[in-house]
DNA sequence: GCGGATCAC
DNA sequence: TATGGTGATCCGC
């Protein structure tokens, strides 16, 4: 059933023209930065929905002309710069490739193209959600006036914006002075978090029924895999879809749309077609999904950005289709997991597998703030105090300590560095931030900067259990692990990773009683030896090395954080009294753990994180 | 292992 | 006047 045959008819034959690519006829080094400048300064979100109407050229000169001079404009003008020396490097390297090597990688590509198309699961139906706008449509739910206004939802920076903002070429992730230029009379909303962390459970309780184990990626993203349940009520996968979105609007007056396919890389792409308030299903049929990817422009892959399709493009790649036809070359030209990558979005493959958020393991936490420029020290102090203090929250609600500090700083130019320092224990107190990170500041001084921020690294899960009961299970026998914490997010990476059993990726219950003494105890001080101790003891990281083969490439799978749990998902089923939620209000199951577990989430940065996200619709 | 970059949202 | 925050991953050294 495996065809290793390529669909494809064609592919370019290795003795192409090397003098193909017409436009490289500017020699790009700066003059012709202007006009990719321009579609640089033109932000992420130019291809999606809502701006058909829009005069792009005018909304561009626009923005150039508001952000000319600034320190942004200056740094992006140096990226581009970089970046367009950078494509011109590839092109000429491409243009090196003899055909002897060409035709050498094709043997090669093909062999992975067989590998790949192996793989291949037409069995499952998986969904994904989409809100449209969808701050931007809570709003509109309280505030009826607006959707006839053109409105954003943001502070300073846009998070999102209604449909009728984008006709003026408004969008989410732009300035809001800029926004301002090209739609003066644009109403700016501030965002209310508890408002839309309650429409999202709304969502999410019906997404349930079709899908226990749906992934809710954000507040308005999710996957579901609705294969079981379109076998059980024996409907049509559209039909099913669609019944979901329309109870999702009668109960929420949200509109949503999905894309429908044999995987999650498929669904995500198609749930941008028929965009607002559509669907878009893609038959789990190899002819059917390579027919979808072949004509797609390669930014509309998840995972090509900017750079990416700058180099893309630069290669003569314009659509999905075309990776296979310029294969050989990209395979002389790219990583290998960046050719893996492109080779699976060609053939249209992705993960079939769904399974909830809080299955994946955070892997850091970090807290960073911008600020107007500064360079005393005492005003860098301040800052750094503030941010080492939010970070501590967020290790105290997570239950998280951290082997490693990091420092970032953001100049007055926008340059970025950051610094990284293993420490003598996992920290997790303002005062450890705060008194590590200065030391990292310290020596970068003199320096302005426009933002400080700090994350650690090497997470420590001190969860579940007070540090007597961590304490007294470390003295117990291996094997009782297992049937212990049936659901905790402790070992879930490993399996994630293909490992399963035997990995030692985390620590076993020894080190964590350890681990738990000496955050509790020794606060103050290094006792280096027990440290380094301890350190040995560490068990060898696994995972990192593993992903040599299978996908794993540029988020073939979800890569999220922390809790995500809607309501009253609980399992244990017992008793069932409700008490109110003091952030959403909704109503929870009273159960300690359940509730703790939800409110967990309803403060999660990752919900609130989504301040700042919609980086499109 | 670190620091810079890229990407998503 | 003026351009976010959180987290992940990859790559080159």
């Avoid at 740094?75 to 494509?87: G, P, Y």
């Avoid at 409105?151 to 800029?178: D, H, I, P, Q, W």
Wanted: a negative charge; proline letters at 4%.
């Amino acid at each position: 059933m495996l065809v290793s045959e390529p669909a494809s008819p064609k592919r370019e034959n290795t003795i192409s023209s090397p003098e193909s690519s017409p436009k490289k006829s500017e020699s790009g080094t700066s003059a012709d930065s202007s006009g990719t400048l321009r579609h640089r300064l033109l932000g992420p979100s130019v291809q999606k929905s809502g701006q058909d109407g829009v005069n792009q050229a005018a909304v561009s000169e626009i923005i150039y002309q508001a952000s000319q001079g600034s320190k942004y404009f200056e740094h992006q003008k140096r990226k581009e710069k970089d970046l367009t020396k950078k494509v011109e490097y590839i092109v000429n390297q491409a243009a090196k490739v003899s055909n002897q090597e060409l035709e050498a990688a094709e043997v090669r590509v093909d062999a992975l193209i067989r590998q790949y198309e192996a793989t291949r699961d037409l069995t499952q139906t998986i969904v994904h959600v989409d809100c449209d706008a969808f701050y931007a449509s809570v709003e509109e739910l309280d505030h009826p006036e607006l959707k006839s206004k053109p409105f954003a939802v943001g502070n300073g920076v846009l998070c999102t914006c209604n449909y009728v903002a984008r006709k003026f070429g408004v969008r989410s992730a732009m300035a809001e002075f800029v926004a301002r230029k090209i739609c003066p009379e644009l109403i700016v909303l501030r965002l209310n978090f508890p408002k839309y962390i309650e429409k999202s459970n709304a969502i999410r309780m019906i997404l349930s029924e079709y899908d226990p184990r749906h992934c809710a990626m954000t507040l308005d993203e999710a996957y579901l895999n609705i294969t079981e349940y379109c076998a059980k009520v024996t409907k049509d996968r559209e039909e099913v879809v669609s019944e979901m979105r329309r109870r999702i609007f009668e109960t929420t007056g949200l509109t949503v749309s999905a894309g429908i396919g044999p995987n999650s890389r498929v669904a995500k792409i198609a749930s941008n077609v028929n965009k607002p308030n559509g669907q878009c299903a893609i038959a789990n049929d190899r002819e059917a999904v390579m027919e979808f990817m072949c004509n797609l422009p390669v930014r509309k892959i998840t995972g090509v950005g900017y750079v990416l399709e700058r180099q893309l493009l630069a290669l003569d790649v314009n659509s999905c289709g075309e990776i296979y036809r310029k294969s050989a070359l990209l395979y002389q030209i790219f990583t290998d997991t960046t050719m893996t990558f492109l080779l699976n979005c060609y053939l249209g493959l992705g993960s079939t597998e769904v399974k909830p958020i809080d299955q994946y393991e955070r892997k850091s936490v970090g807290c960073e703030r911008s600020f107007r420029a500064i360079s005393e020290m005492a005003q860098m102090k301040q800052k750094l105090q503030h941010v080492a203090e939010d970070l501590e929250k967020d290790c105290k609600r997570l239950n998280l300590a951290g082997r490693k500090l990091g420092l970032k700083l953001k100049k007055a130019t926008f340059e970025q560095i950051s610094r990284q320092r293993p420490m003598p224990r996992p920290i997790n107190t303002a005062s450890d931030f705060y008194r590590y990170g200065l030391q990292m500041l310290e020596k970068e001084l003199p320096i302005t900067v426009r933002l400080i921020g700090l994350r650690i690294t090497d997470l420590v899960n001190l969860s579940h259990e007070g540090p007597m009961k961590t304490f007294l299970k470390g003295q117990r026998r291996h094997n009782d692990r297992l049937e212990d914490e049936p659901s905790t997010s402790m070992n879930i990476h490993a399996e994630f990773k293909g490992l399963v059993d035997g990995s030692p990726d985390m620590h076993d219950d020894e080190e964590i009683g350890e681990l738990v003494m000496m955050i509790q105890g020794s606060q103050e001080e290094d006792a280096s030896g027990v440290i380094d101790d301890y350190r040995s003891s560490a068990k060898a990281i696994a995972a990192r090395d593993i992903k040599n083969e299978e996908e794993l490439v540029h988020n073939t799978e979800p890569a999220l954080e922390s809790e995500s749990l809607p309501l009253s998902t609980d399992s244990g089923g017992s008793s069932t009294a409700l008490v109110s939620c003091p952030i959403c209000g909704n109503q929870v199951s009273a159960d300690d753990q359940a509730l703790n577990h939800h409110v967990d989430w309803c403060l999660s940065r990752g919900a609130i994180r989504e301040a700042v996200k919609e980086t499109f619709n």
